[in-house]
T-cell receptor, first 113, second 114 residues
Framework: EDQVTQSPEALRLQEGESSSLNCSYT??????LFWYRQDPGKGPEFLFT???AGEEKEKERLKATLTKKESFLHITAPKPEDSATYLC??????????????FGKGTLLTVNP | GAVVSQHPSRVICKSGTSVKIECRSL??????MFWYRQFPKQSLMLMAT?????????EQGVEKDKFLINHASLTLSTLTVTSAHPEDSSFYIC??????????FGSGTRLTVV
């Protein structure tokens, strides 16, 4: 069974204080690892997809990296508007279920001004 | 782009009644859509995979007779919660896949059963 564990569950930062969120996973045959941002009462908003160990992607203050066991979402000099829940999900391929995503519980990030 | 519209955003219903939630892909055709449920401070849990023109595939533990899914066209999937009870109160989210755009999610439906 595919498993995704995110840590920490919650993180409070001061504006400008950089940090990282962790997503560790156990899957058979990783096809892709996804990062989403979710605001309260909204659906997830796509951030990144990573496909292979060593891959990195950046978008504004966010940078996602991937190893064979985990992914990190680095937040550089965060702003209050970066406050949200960040979700990690994996897609593992096996026959007809190769489009399913398995999500972690998320990290609730709060950035104080 | 790849836009998924979900309606309604909030619904309150009485216990024992049925509620229908719609999920539409606005600018693309989606042969596959997914329905998730999310409880407070919990992860998104996949309920079922909806395939256009065929029966939905339900995850283990999800009652297919209670959560009816219809994917009658390439742009519309519906989830009907039948005989709703307070324990069905949750946040329901749909998703669709589009090549090169990946997974796109609807804005979610907050269901409250009273």
């Amino acid at each position: 069974e595919d498993q995704v564990t995110q840590s920490p569950e919650a993180l409070r930062l001061q504006e400008g204080e950089s940090s990282s969120l962790n997503c560790s996973y156990t899957v058979s045959g990783l096809r892709g690892l996804f990062w989403y941002r979710q605001d309260p009462g909204k659906g997830p908003e796509f951030l990144f997809t990573l496909y292979s160990a060593g891959e990195e992607k950046e978008k504004e203050r966010l940078k996602a990296t991937l190893t064979k066991k985990e992914s990190f979402l680095h937040i550089t000099a965060p702003k209050p508007e970066d406050s949200a829940t960040y979700l990690c999900a994996v897609q593992a391929g096996s026959g007809g279920s190769n489009y399913k995503l398995t999500f972690g519980k998320g990290t609730l990030l709060t950035v104080n001004p | 782009g790849a836009v998924v519209s979900q309606h309604p955003s909030r619904v309150i219903c009485k216990s024992g009644t049925s509620v229908k939630i719609e999920c539409r892909s606005l600018d693309f055709q989606a042969t596959t859509m997914f329905w998730y449920r999310q409880f407070p401070k919990q992860s998104l849990m996949l309920m079922a995979t909806s395939n256009e023109g065929s029966k939905a595939t339900y995850e283990q533990g999800v009652e297919k007779d209670k959560f009816l899914i219809n994917h009658a066209s390439l742009t519309l999937s519906t989830l009907t919660v039948t005989s709703a009870h307070p324990e069905d109160s949750s946040f329901y989210i749909c998703s669709a896949v589009r090549a090169k755009f990946g997974y796109t999610f609807g804005s979610g439906t907050r269901l409250t059963v009273v």
